[in-house]
């Protein structure tokens, strides 16, 4: 799978909430990349209190925490 193909985890270092989505997308088995906010002033301005969040690569959609793990496999899936 290309990286640009993977789910973008929009995350920051000791975010525990977004460690638990972590666990979520291994379990599914989906494939996804981290992208650290605090290393983007754009980024921590749109999601500093938000994370974590989830980007589909291919549709834009955006999935806010918290989901189901049947939430986030619909969102895998585009749907």
Partial sequence: MENEDLLILYTRP???LCE???QMMALAGLG????D????????EQYGLRIPVLKHPVTGCELFYPFSA???EQFAKGQ
Avoid at 32 to 35: A, D, E, L
Wanted: glycine content about 4%; overall charge negative; charged content about 30%.
């Fill in 37 to 44: 906010i605090e290393d983007d002033s754009r980024l921590l």
């Fill in 70 to 72: 049947e939430q986030l």
């Fill in 32 to 35: 996804w990349r981290p992208v």
């Fill in 14 to 16: 000791g975010c525990q």
């Fill in 20 to 22: 638990q989505v972590m």
